[in-house]
């Protein structure tokens, strides 16, 4: 059974920064694609950004590009959110999610294994 972890939520002021990791166990790491997304109270899911297989490229959604860097170090098995200048807007759950797809993928639908989220409140 596949099993994905996030930590590294928190509150933080705007203009800070923080950084989430994900772990994924049942399943070779370097062979998962990773995505991350983020519900905000009352809104959909969106797409945050996502790495490819090798960790060589990357997507993001507009609204956080030049702010967070997505990221993979696949020897120990753990991906990262960079994210920088933190705005209030960016205030919800983040989740990291898997496939088996090596390229970047941006739809929710394309992702198999979800964690559970990890928590970023903004205050202004």
């Keep these: 059974q596949v099993q994905v972890e996030e930590s590294g939520g928190g509150l933080v002021q705007a ?64 991906a990262y959110l960079n994210m920088n200048d933190l705005k209030p807007e960016d205030t919800a759950v983040y989740y990291c999610a898997g496939n088996d797809r090596p390229y970047t993928q941006g739809a929710p639908e394309k992702y198999v294994y979800w964690g559970r989220g990890t928590e970023v409140t903004v205050s202004s």
């Design 15 to 78: 203009g800070n920064s923080l950084r989430l990791s994900c772990r994924i166990f049942g399943r070779t790491f370097s062979q998962t694609g990773i995505g991350w997304f983020r519900q905000a109270a009352g809104k959909e899911r969106e797409f945050v950004a996502a790495v490819a297989w090798s960790g060589g490229s990357q997507l993001y959604a507009d609204s956080v590009k030049g702010r967070f860097t997505v990221s993979r170090d696949n020897t120990i098995g753990t």
